[in-house]
């Protein structure tokens, strides 16, 4: 079992849909938490950084953090087709001693269609 | 600014031959990261370097290597190339090591024939 579970998809919907992307973990040394977005044959951005539970708001973006069920989620808002790409969850461990790396999930492909 | 560079951008190799990659961090960081990303996954992290000294490694065979240039640049050097080790090489800069913000590169797309 991978320490960091996500639903690859793909997920199609229709412009303007509310999008919710999710990741479960295994590892309760995971603190913090972050949201990428990753164009086809590009590196991954970051959109979101989080660190405690609960919601963390950013325009068309709401990050949520629920360390009690190691559940992590990304709700995007008025869906755009802009939006179309592969989101990636990641995590790092604080205090490691192997370095600060990044653990990721498999990625969601997402596809908004006007 | 310039963000992160790297090079080359794509590359052919065949089996049991070896690659380097290169990578330049975003000026003023001293920290670079480096993942491979297979098709379908989630980038795996390779190792980390922070002025010039391996903070972090994963679980990649020695036949991965790598170093870091007192300019902060990197290398990634792979050995005896397997038909698995096709993927795309991501480079991330960051400020020091720790919990700050990776900085994604372009990537090195490696084919291995």
């Known amino acids: 079992q991978k320490e960091v579970e996500q639903d690859p998809g793909p997920l199609s919907v229709p412009e303007g849909a509310i999008v919710s992307l999710n990741c479960t973990y295994s590892?309760?040394?995971?603190?913090?938490f972050m949201w990428y977005r990753q164009y086809s044959r590009k590196g991954p951005e970051l959109l979101m950084y989080?660190?405690?539970?609960g919601n963390k708001e950013d325009g068309r973006f709401t990050a949520q953090v629920d360390k009690s069920s190691k559940y992590i989620s990304l709700f995007i808002r008025d869906s755009q087709p802009s939006d179309s790409a592969t989101y990636l969850c990641a995590m790092i461990i604080l205090n490691s001693n192997s370095g600060y790396a990044l653990n990721f999930g498999k990625g969601t492909s997402l596809l908004v269609t006007p | 600014d310039a963000g992160v560079t790297q090079s080359p951008t794509h590359l052919i190799k065949t089996r049991g031959q070896h690659v380097t990659l290169r990578c330049s961090p975003i000026?003023?960081?001293?920290?670079v990261s480096w993942y491979q990303q297979v098709l379908g996954q989630g980038p795996q992290f390779i190792f980390q370097?922070?002025?010039?000294?391996?903070?972090g490694r994963g679980n990649f065979p020695d036949r991965f290597s790598a170093r870091q240039f007192p300019n902060y640049s990197s290398e990634l050097n792979v050995n005896a190339l397997l038909l698995g080790d096709s993927a795309l090489y991501l480079c991330?800069?960051?400020?020091?090591?720790?919990?700050?913000?990776?900085?994604f590169g372009p990537g090195t797309r490696l084919l291995v024939l």
């Open positions: 370097y922070y002025e010039k000294e391996e903070r």
């Open positions: 989080t660190y405690s539970s």
């Open positions: 991330a800069s960051q400020l020091a090591t720790g919990t700050e913000t990776q900085y």
């Open positions: 000026s003023g960081h001293k920290s």
């Open positions: 590892n309760s040394a995971f603190q913090y």
